[in-house]
């Protein structure tokens, strides 16, 4: 495409993944942004004029990456449980003292808005710094309204506090409060009747989830959760088949959910629902990696049925807390054998699919919103192969042109 419009800014002597077919190479390129979208890509010697030019000094640019599930929002440490485990304590003790999961959520439910946020802020900058431009929050760590509130309240603040675009997950269905001891129906009735509805009318809601699992909740309980998303036109994304098989893959597949994450025992009859419905697989290397797994997720039946494949960091305070979606790229490739082609794919146009943001990020292509990383490498691969190791040089958020060393 070619033009002579007046645009904003022009990046030259740049090398283009632009994460179409491929990583869509474009060698010696230009790319121009206007009213802070993607306006022209082409051959830097037809590059339009702008009012603004970046010389890339034969840097490669690909879309900003897109860390497509996480739980980045929360209040409290685990750490001592970690080191725990590691000097034999069982999760089971564990949980008997009180930790795990609802030690996040004792300190969450404390946590004022101001609190969540300053606490999230530097977990969200590292991943900002790697070139991340598109985020997903979960809440989850509530598991009762005024602390679900609180949780995506911070999550929204974040994305007017930051350059990066937050998209928001309703997990009240995530584990079962203390004060539902014993009655988990009645748990996920609050779910449905009450909590989802008033999040989703104050705008807080961009999506719901669930965790469909034999700690978690039920297939038939999780119909529930999906029943009253529909009810409301919200997506569908669900925590499916990590620690065992519980259908829930054909589950938000048959709702033609948006993703199914985890999947280390995902069934054949689960990948076919996936891939009949285009519901995307997220790859969480992390949680698999610091939990010590030995089952993987079966990529090679997912790459065979095309079911499209994101890779995320899943940054959580107990099974996860992982700040760099550059790690866990080279981990999906490392430990699961995911091509750094599928990887990067995954971290940017199957990210973006994850959120059913496709439309809007994650390729470089005309007409998309500017969120574009710049990096110093010689080849696309180097982004999934060094290992502690960050090449972004600056990211360009809808447009605007900054460091990826925010202050702070």
């Known amino acids: 495409m070619t033009t002579k419009c007046m645009t904003d800014l022009l990046f030259t002597n740049v090398h283009l993944a632009t994460m179409e077919d491929g990583y869509g190479e474009l060698a010696d390129a230009a790319l121009a942004v206007k009213d802070g979208r993607i306006a022209w890509i082409g051959a830097r010697a037809d590059a339009p004029p702008a009012k603004q030019v970046h010389d890339c000094g034969g840097a490669w640019m690909t879309p900003g990456l897109v860390d497509c599930h996480t739980h980045v929002v929360h209040a409290g440490n685990r750490s001592n449980e970690w080191e725990a485990r590691l000097n034999g304590a069982t999760y089971e003790d564990i949980a008997r003292q009180g930790g795990g999961i609802m030690s996040t959520v004792r300190a969450t439910r404390q946590a004022s808005v101001d609190a969540l946020v300053e606490a999230s802020l530097p977990r969200v900058r590292a991943l900002l710094a790697e070139g991340v431009t598109t985020l997903e929050i979960k809440s989850g760590y509530g598991l009762e309204r005024g602390a679900e509130e609180r949780m995506l309240r911070a999550a929204r603040r974040i994305g007017e506090l930051l350059p990066v675009r937050v998209a928001t997950t ?74 065992s098989d519980q259908g829930g893959a054909e589950l938000v597949a048959r709702y033609e959910g948006l993703s199914a994450d985890h ?9 076919a629902a996936m891939a009949r419905a285009g519901t995307v697989a997220v790859l969480l290397p992390g949680a698999y990696y610091f939990l010590r797994e030995t089952v993987m997720p079966p990529i090679a039946a997912l790459r065979e049925a095309g079911v499209p494949m994101a890779v995320a960091t899943d940054c959580n305070p107990g099974t996860s807390p992982m700040t760099s979606l550059l790690l866990a790229i080279n981990m999906a490739c490392t430990l ?73």
């Open 263 to 271: 999947l280390e025992h995902l069934s054949p009859q689960g990948i």
């Open 170 to 243: 309703f997990l009240g269905a995530h584990a079962l409060p203390p004060e539902f001891a014993g009655r988990q129906d009645d748990y996920v009735t609050e779910v449905c009747d009450r909590m989802l509805p008033a999040l989703a009318g104050l705008g807080l809601v961009d999506a719901v989830d669930a965790f469909c699992e034999r700690i978690g909740f039920t297939g038939a309980q999780t119909e529930r959760v999906f029943e009253a998303a529909r009810k409301l036109d919200l997506p569908l994304k669900l925590h499916a088949e990590q620690l």
């Open 336 to 408: 699961w054998r995911l091509t750094p082609q599928e990887a990067l794919l995954g971290a940017t146009a199957y990210g973006a699919l994850a959120l059913g943001l496709q439309a809007e990020i994650g390729t470089l292509t005309v007409g998309k919103r500017a969120d574009l990383a710049l990096w110093k490498i010689a080849r696309p691969a180097d982004l999934a192969y060094a290992i502690g190791f960050n090449p972004c040089q600056a990211v360009v958020n809808g447009g605007v042109l900054r460091s990826p060393h925010l202050p702070g």
